[in-house]
């Protein structure tokens, strides 16, 4: 099969409604490599740079609430800066580049995704085309 390890996804796959910030940047830990009394981040198995996560409340309103936040873990040598809470908004929007998930079982025997970005960034301003007036075409 050629389908092996991280599997690359888009953003709008992920989070088709977006998704908004919940919590801070913070260091995953090496759980291997830690000990009680000495914190190791984790490093990505693939590239060997700095492992960060970040919490994130899914957009879409169909999902249920128990699964509304996930962590989306960042590859960056250096910690990853979160875009800039937005004026009137209660959360902040962001979306993610490079991303990639990796499906695993998790302890309930259930498939869960295990999500990966590169970087992290203020969501570009979407624009629809203009819709069809049917009006203006009559009257053409």
């Not at 960042?74 to 499906?103: I, K, R, W």
């Not at 970005?117 to 203020?122: E, G, I, K, N, P």
Request: glycine share 6%.
């Amino acid at each position: 099969m050629a389908l092996q390890g991280p599997i690359p996804v888009h953003f709008t796959q992920v989070f088709p409604h977006g998704c908004y910030i919940v919590g801070e940047v913070e260091k995953v830990r090496d759980f291997d490599a830690s000990t009680p009394d000495r914190f190791v981040q984790a490093r990505d198995k693939q590239s060997g740079e700095l492992l960060w996560q970040i919490a994130v409340m899914d957009g879409d309103p169909t999902v249920k609430a128990a699964s509304k936040t996930v962590s989306v873990k960042l590859v960056s040598p250096v910690e990853p800066v979160a875009p800039a809470p937005v004026a009137g908004l209660p959360f902040t929007p962001v979306e993610f580049d490079g991303m990639n998930a990796t499906p695993w079982v998790n302890p309930a025997g259930r498939l869960a995704y295990s999500i990966k970005a590169r970087t992290m960034r203020t969501p570009r301003a979407t624009t629809k085309p203009p819709a069809f007036d049917k009006d203006a075409k009559d009257a053409a």
